[in-house]
């Protein structure tokens, strides 16, 4: 296939953290393009209950879950897009900071408000059991210490567990009275 013929998609997410629910919409989107573009959104906010990880660290999840789940390291390419304050400019300086890309696949309302209306085509995707392949919802099972593991890739309890990510949200989670 000539370079000019790949069909490239988005997936922006902030993946705090990466778990099946994304993994399973990645998959999705490779069985309908030959080449997905991660963009982890808001990668300035970390150590809060709701954003727990650095961009760093996200990165370093999606890296090795990836790598796990056998995805061919040509198929995807790892992206910042920083959120800017005035959502009127966010697709263009996301499209800035990513190889051409064509299609993109969410379920958020405001992404796909916003790409819809810069002109990309974007196309929902099946929700994959939602209620628990949700990182709010893994993000309070950590911090009530219910199961979680069963939520997210093996790589990505690895990651979380080499930078301590439990203790640290289990601060953040903590009030000073
Ligand atoms: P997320 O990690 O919560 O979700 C990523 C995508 O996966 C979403 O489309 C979500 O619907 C989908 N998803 C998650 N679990 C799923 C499941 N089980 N089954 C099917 N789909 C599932 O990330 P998010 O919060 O949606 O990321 C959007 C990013 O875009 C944020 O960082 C946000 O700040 C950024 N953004 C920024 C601006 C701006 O800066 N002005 C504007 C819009 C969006």
Known sequence: MGIKNVR????VGRFQPFHFGHLSV?????????EVILVIGSPQLSHSIDNPFTAGERLF?????????NIDSEQFYIVHAPDVH??????????????PFHIVYSNNPLVKRLFREAGFQVEETPLFNREKFSATEIRRRMQSN????SLVPK?????????????????????DV
């Not at 490239?8 to 997936?11: I, M, N």
């Not at 999840?61 to 789940?69: F, I």
């Not at 005035?86 to 190889?99: D, E, G, H, R, T």
């Not at 219910?146 to 593991?149: A, K, L, S, V």
Request: hydrophobic share 50%; proline share 2%.
């Open 8 to 11: 490239r998609g988005v997936l």
């Open 26 to 34: 990645l998959n999705y989107a490779l069985e309908r393009v030959d």
């Open 61 to 69: 999840m999606l890296t090795k879950a990836l790598h796990e789940a």
């Open 86 to 99: 005035n959502n009127a400019i966010w697709v263009s300086f996301l499209v800035s900071m990513c190889p």
């Open 146 to 149: 219910e199961d979680w593991h």
């Open 155 to 175: 790589a990505v309890i690895t990651c979380i567990q080499e930078i301590g990510g439990l203790e640290r949200l289990n601060d953040v989670a903590q009030t």
